[in-house]
Structures are given as C-alpha cells and as structure tokens.
T-cell receptor, first 117, second 110 residues
C-alpha cells in the first residue's frame, strides 16, 4: 500500500505570494490533517478534513485554508505569505476516527519544506 | 489548555539504554503516542499506550505511563546509531488532532 505523498517537496516563495500544497492520503483513508513544523513552535495543528468537510481547525489565521476532494486528496493554501510561514508542512492521513477517546494513528507524509524570502 | 512537554536533547552511547520523558496536561486522553522523525522524513508511529495501562513493551521499546503524574516515558534498550532521530510524544487532542511535544533529539555516539 502506497504511503502518504506530498507535493512539492521543496518550495521557495517571496513575501506576499500565495502557495498551494498537495497531499494524497493512503488509499481508503478519509481523514487528512495538516501540521506546521517549525524549530521554535514544534508541530502545530492546522486543520483536519474528513469527507470533503473541514472537521477540526487549529489556531491559525484565515490566510491558511484547505480543502479536500472526493478522492480524499487534500490541498492547503497560504495566501499573502509572511517570513514566519517558513516551515515544514506535514500532512497526515488516518482512517477517520476522531476525539480523545479514539485510537488515532496518523500516517505522515515526508512534508513540504516551504521557504519564504 | 492542552500541552505536552519534553526535554529537547539526549545523548547516549551505543549499547546503552535511552530514556525519553514527557509530561502532558489533558487527563482525558485515552491514547498516548510516541513518534519518530528521521532527517528529511515525516513522522513514523513507534508505539502507543492505552491510558489504563502502566506499561507496554514492544521489542526494544518500553513505554511507562504514570497517569497520576501525567508522565510518559519511552525506554529504548540497546540503543543503536540508527536510533538517532527526533522522538515526539503526543496525546489525543479535543479537536481530533494530536498534540505533540517539541521533540527530543536523540544522539547516539559509537
């Protein structure tokens, strides 16, 4: 079974631009979560999509958005890029359980390294 | 709020045991997880523990959970150079996400 794939792997943008990152989950997985990883803040939850609907959202500004398609592939978009958006963006897929009571193994992709100049 | 804390660095010699510690705040988390991240790669689930367990052993890995103190540890026996990586402790968040610690970088010296 193929793992989670993310494209592109590396991206360089300048301030003010926008960017779209793509994630293809493991076949059969319906949930896709996005995380931002930085040296200072560690791994922070952006949002989760399940069956084309945003089910959960972290504390990020509205410049960060996402969507999920009917085949469970997901994209995230960052508009008006800032220097502080430079990070590794990780996508994780899971079968779709949710909540603190559920076993929630998430399978991570290799990430997209975004550098904002 | 939900928070997970862990020490940032650990250095051990090859063949020794490594112990990585973590504290968490959300006592309602039913599952707690340990993930490993190697350079240039995403996170890989190493092991997990159900909150009503005190200990779980999986080959060279031993997870200890002290629910009263909200303390979780990961012991790696006979640590090898291939174990060098960043190890993340995580708890299930109320939003269905995972709350991660900032990661402990394990360096194994030959």
């Amino acid at each position: 079974k193929a793992g989670v794939t993310q494209t592109p792997r590396y991206l360089i943008k300048t301030r003010g631009q926008q960017v779209t990152l793509s994630c293809s989950p493991i076949s059969g997985h319906r949930s896709v979560s996005w995380y931002q990883q930085t040296p200072g803040q560690g791994l922070q939850f952006l949002f989760e999509y399940f069956s084309e609907t945003q089910r959960n959202k972290g504390n990020f500004p509205g410049r960060f958005s996402g969507r999920q398609f009917s085949n469970s592939r997901s994209e995230m978009n960052v508009s008006t890029l800032e220097l502080g958006d430079s990070a590794l963006y990780l996508c994780a897929s899971s079968p779709g359980t949710s909540g603190v009571l559920q076993y929630n193994e998430q399978f991570f992709g290799p990430g997209t390294r975004l550098t904002v100049l | 709020g939900e928070d997970v804390e862990q020490s940032l660095f650990l250095s051990v010699r090859e063949g020794d045991s490594s112990v990585i510690n973590c504290t968490y705040t959300d006592s309602s988390s039913t599952y707690l997880y340990w993930y490993k991240q190697e350079p240039g790669a995403g996170l890989q689930l190493l092991t997990y523990i159900f909150s009503n367990m005190d200990m779980k052993q999986d080959q060279r890995l031993t997870v200890l959970l002290n629910k009263k103190d909200k303390h979780l540890s990961l012991r790696i026996a006979d640590t090898q150079t291939g174990d060098s990586a960043i190890y993340f402790c995580a708890e299930g968040g109320s939003q269905g996400n995972l709350i991660f610690g900032k990661g402990t970088k394990l360096s194994v010296k030959p």
